[in-house]
């Protein structure tokens, strides 16, 4: 008889450690959950200022490339502009020494050979 009291005394000791384990893998759990609800919750709450700014990021790169597109085109236009004026500048010269050579006063001529 005396055996079968420490079996129900082991048995019983068992029961409650596994009760105590049990509860603290429960208060675990549910602190885990309580961390994980308040991080989301943060996340949720920073989201839509991310969200923003990511827009304006978006919006600022569109017109970075718009203005880029921009000068590009305004150097096109440049480079035009400066080849004509070349030329016209050239058109000019090549008309000066004509005269010089038509002119038998002018003392810029070019010294035929």
Known sequence: MDTWIWIVIVVVVLLVVAA????????????????????????????????????????????AARMRAEAEQLELAAQEERARLQEEQSELDDRLRKADRLDPDSTSRSTEG
């Open 20 to 63: 105590i384990v049990a509860m603290g893998m429960k208060k675990r759990h549910e602190a885990g959950r309580e961390k994980a609800a308040t991080i989301r919750t943060e996340v949720a709450q920073q989201a839509p200022e991310l969200r923003k700014r990511e827009a304006e990021t978006q919006g600022a790169e569109a017109e």
